[in-house]
């Protein structure tokens, strides 16, 4: 334990393998950057407190521009014994500017503050990158809503046909459910946003340390306002966890339906090479690797989401060293979820559709409901037209022939209320555009809620 900082009460040496088990630096050194920031802006307050002077101040704060500098041009070289991304950083200083001046970096200072200072300024950084990949996907969605407004394709309930639709209407399912997460993820970063710094190691600050000064300095919008809730709080890890499980069930869903739609048995979309593998043996395949990947990864992250809370539940209060497995979650969720959605944007703006593959895949029992509610608009009640038009059903597969190939006079045979025009209602394009009322998918509707989506995009 020597030359650990906190090795003062300690005698014997540490098991090399715990000393491995307990250290974290191997994945919170990327996080240097917030780190040297955090201890600048706590070297500052205690300068403005007087607990430190600013003669000290001024060198400490020189030495760790020196270890950014280090660690930006590549040249930190993390020693055995640091454990972790702080105690690395005050080694270094150390080492800079001499122990005796580095030495009062930690004055009223605990890491158990830090850490979650360093964790809350890198996931609220990366959640702002995440929001705007996942703007630009909304973007892409409603892009395409518009300009492939013309086409139908058949709408599905337990996969099975059920009424046409516009290709723009499926598209814009998805909108507004991404939408809905960046609304959440606006949400949860205001929670992540908050500055633990003068809680100490629970019990708080003893030297009267200027907490909105740091947090203002740092960026954060307001303090934690209790220091034991500081230093115990990885709910907004946790939440974060739960964004990302929730938005990858989304992307899952996705690129399930998108999987479907590039079978050769559906042959809707076509997705770009860019996106797909081949086969190793079998020379014709195109595998959807790309949509694949994206439902995989969905498991994961919910792993990292339920494992998490599995790691916190029960924990006595504030800090105990198990939150140091919030780490690893959190960095992989942030990089599976910005990953996931650039790909999804990739895939998205390159499929090609097959319009004509969509419009084969309609058959006239989907219009089935059309024919009971023109019935319906003739003032038949609908619990009798929809037995009506069960009926015409079973006259076509009787026959063996399409429902709208049966004839006026079969029509009429099955009730005589059918109007002459009844076999207008046999048009796909007519069926979508009667779905008038808004959220349908009808033209002027699907135009309304791209305008809505956009609005919300701001
Ligand atoms: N590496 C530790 C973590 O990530 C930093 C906090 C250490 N605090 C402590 N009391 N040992 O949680």
């Not at 009787?398 to 025009?421: C, H, V, W, Y």
Request: hydrophobic share 40%; glycine share 8%.
């Amino acid at each position: 334990s020597e030359g650990m900082l906190w090795g003062g009460r300690f005698t014997g040496g540490i098991d090399p393998l715990m000393h491995q088990y307990n250290a974290s630096i191997s994945y919170d050194s990327r996080l240097f950057k917030e780190d040297i920031l955090g201890s600048i802006a706590f070297a500052r307050a205690n300068a403005k407190s007087g607990i430190i002077s600013n003669d000290d101040f001024v060198e400490i704060e020189r030495g760790l521009h020196e270890v950014l500098k280090e660690w930006e041009g590549g040249h930190f070289v993390i020693k055995s014994n640091d454990e972790d991304i702080h105690t690395a950083n005050e080694r270094r200083l150390g080492e800079i500017i001499g122990k005796n001046i580095a030495g009062k970096l930690h004055t009223g200072r605990s890491r158990n503050e830090q850490v979650v200072c360093d964790m809350r300024m890198w996931l609220r950084e990366r959640i702002r990158e995440i929001d705007s990949q996942l703007v630009a996907l909304v973007k892409v969605i409603t892009g395409r809503a518009e300009s492939e407004i013309d086409y139908l394709m058949p709408g599905y309930t337990h996969l099975q046909r059920a009424q046409p639709i516009r290709f723009s209407q499926w598209l814009m399912s998805f909108g507004f459910a991404f939408m809905n997460d960046v609304e959440r993820l606006r949400e949860c970063l205001k929670r992540v946003n908050k500055s633990p710094l003068g809680c100490g190691a629970l019990a708080g600050n003893v030297f009267n340390i200027d907490r909105e000064m740091m947090a203002k300095e740092l960026g954060f919008d307001d303090i934690l306002w209790n220091s034991m809730n500081a230093v115990s709080d990885r709910d907004f890890v946790t939440e974060f966890l739960q964004w990302g499980s929730l938005f990858m069930q989304h992307i899952s869903r996705w690129a399930e339906d998108l999987i479907i739609y590039s079978t050769q048995e559906f042959g809707f979309i076509y997705i770009a090479d860019a996106y797909s593998t081949g086969s190793s043996l079998m020379p014709q395949k195109h595998n959807p690797d790309g949509l694949e990947l994206l439902r995989g990864k969905a498991g994961r992250a919910f792993g990292h989401m339920s494992g998490f809370m599995m790691t916190q539940k029960g924990l006595p209060s504030t800090y105990n060293k198990d939150l140091q497995e919030s780490w690893e979650p959190m960095l992989d969720h942030v990089k599976t979820i910005s990953d996931s959605i650039q790909i999804a944007n990739g895939i998205l703006s390159t499929l090609t559709i097959r319009p004509e593959r969509m419009l084969a895949a309609l058959d006239p029992f989907m219009l089935a409901t059309d024919v009971a509610e023109r019935l319906t608009k003739l003032g038949v009640p609908f619990r009798e037209t929809h037995h009506i038009a069960g009926r015409c059903v079973a006259k076509s597969e009787e026959l063996g022939i399409p429902m709208n190939e049966l004839t006026l006079e079969q029509l009429k045979a099955i009730d005589s209320r059918f109007p002459d025009d009844i076999k207008e209602i046999f048009k796909y394009e007519s069926s979508v555009e009667a779905k008038s009322a808004r959220g349908g998918t009808s033209r002027s509707s699907i135009l309304e809620q791209i305008k809505v989506l956009r609005a919300m995009l701001g």
